[in-house]
């Protein structure tokens, strides 16, 4: 763990360090602006794979890609949706006389290894950086973005996650040109054919969720990195509540990856990350060593009913029925006439919850039937739900109008 965090802290080391020197010599211009880049159509549900910085951030193989693409299968995770084996930062090489973008001693053939992960029915990601250098410092596609995303498509990549943080220390940091800087990515990856769903990254700086859509993007970070930590992943989780108006099938805002499984988080803190990104709802990118998963992280990660919840086709955003101290109480339609509700409980003791039907909405006056969702059994009969919540954990139920 220790080691891990050196890496991540290195490489906001890195990009700072970086920033400060190049600023004080170079006199940096605007980036010309760029199109709008229609929409892809890809992602209309939240997008579901794995990342691999989490867990590895630097220390990632091809041999680990290759691991974690046999493990989505055994486990089942590929069967419950999640598709995408996506490689993080740390990937890239240098650039051949061509200027043709090759991977690094730990990659070698990156056609060979799409070819692994497509054989398993899986898809594969990579990341970049529209800035000379990635967040780590590796190079990025600044200049290369059509001979990158050609590259990209020739090896079969489906998913590009394309971080900010390599450009800062080469433009002023504006809106307009994070914008241009984005759309000009979007535009090399419409231009190959290739369905690749794109996802940007950077902390949700200058409201991106207002204008992300129009650089092509499937998905965009809303938030600085994620940590395996309660205040960290709560922070970030409840925060989208305000930014669902901007999340659409097809556009989604990204509270960043799962810690699901990766143990700083006690298992109802698991539950909490697992149902609140999937009633946001958000991208569902575990972050954990798939190889080694223990029961519970499994029955989390897997659990079909909450999972169903974050693929709903409507991609209606979520909204607070109420808060009432540390409970938020968080409601969402869903595409079959079903409100899923989440008793989240942010506070250190357990909070006993209760709910009549009809708070839901006139089609609830009859009465309802109810799913709890972690308990995978029906509410008894009754006119509304009552129970209690753990300390930092969620009762989360899919509740059914009677007819
Ligand atoms: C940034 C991103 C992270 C990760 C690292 C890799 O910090 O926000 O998600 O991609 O870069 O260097």
Redesign the pocket.
């Known amino acids: 763990m220790t080691q891990l965090r050196t890496v991540r802290f290195s490489?906001a080391l890195f990009a700072m360090v970086s920033s400060c020197t190049l600023s004080a010599t170079s006199a940096p211009t605007n980036v010309p602006a760029v199109s709008p880049v229609p929409a892809n159509k890809l992602a209309p549900t939240p997008p579901m794979g794995w990342n691999s910085?989490n867990h590895f951030a630097g220390r990632i193989t091809a041999s680990d890609v290759r691991a974690m693409a046999d493990a989505m299968v055994a486990t089942g995770m590929r069967d419950a949706g999640y598709v995408y084996v996506n490689i993080?930062?740390t990937w890239v090489g240098e650039r051949d006389a061509t200027g043709a973008i090759r991977p690094n001693a730990k990659f070698g053939d990156m056609s060979a290894l799409a070819a692994y992960v497509h054989a398993r029915g899986l898809k594969l990601g990579l990341?970049s950086s529209p800035g000379a250098k990635?967040?780590?410092g590796f190079a990025g596609s600044h200049g290369h973005e059509d001979q990158d995303a050609r590259t990209y498509a020739a090896w079969g990549v489906d998913f590009l996650?394309y971080?900010y943080?390599g450009a800062r220390d080469q433009y002023p940091v504006t809106r307009e040109n994070q914008e241009a800087l984005f759309r000009r990515m979007g535009h090399a990856l419409r231009q190959t054919g290739r369905p690749i769903v794109y996802s940007l990254?950077q902390s949700g700086d200058f409201d991106i969720w207002r204008w992300a859509p129009q650089t092509g993007a499937n998905m965009w970070?809303t938030t600085p990195?994620i940590s395996d930590d309660w205040a960290s992943m709560s922070k970030r989780g409840f925060r989208q509540l305000d930014l669902g108006a901007w999340s659409r099938p097809g556009h989604w805002n990204d509270p960043d990856m799962l810690e699901i499984g990766n143990g700083g988080m006690t298992a109802d803190e698991y539950r909490t990350q697992m149902s609140l990104w999937s009633i946001l709802p958000a991208p569902l990118l575990a972050g954990n060593d798939l190889r080694s998963m223990d029961a519970v992280t499994k029955e989390i990660l897997l659990n079909r009913e909450v999972i169903a919840v974050d693929q709903d086709p409507a991609g209606t955003p979520a909204r607070r029925l109420e808060t009432r101290g540390d409970l938020e109480v968080l409601v969402r339609d869903m595409s079959d006439g079903s409100i899923v509700v989440g008793f989240f409980n942010r506070g250190e003791r357990t909070a006993e919850v209760n709910l009549a039907w009809r708070r839901l909405g006139d089609r609830f006056r009859q009465g309802a039937t109810a799913r709890d969702l972690w308990r995978h059994a029906a509410v008894a009969p009754g006119s509304g739900y009552a129970g209690s919540v753990p300390r930092h954990g969620v009762v989360l139920l899919r509740v059914t109008p009677a007819t």
């Open positions: 490489a910085w993080d930062d990341y990635t967040c780590a996650k971080d943080c990254s970070r990195d």
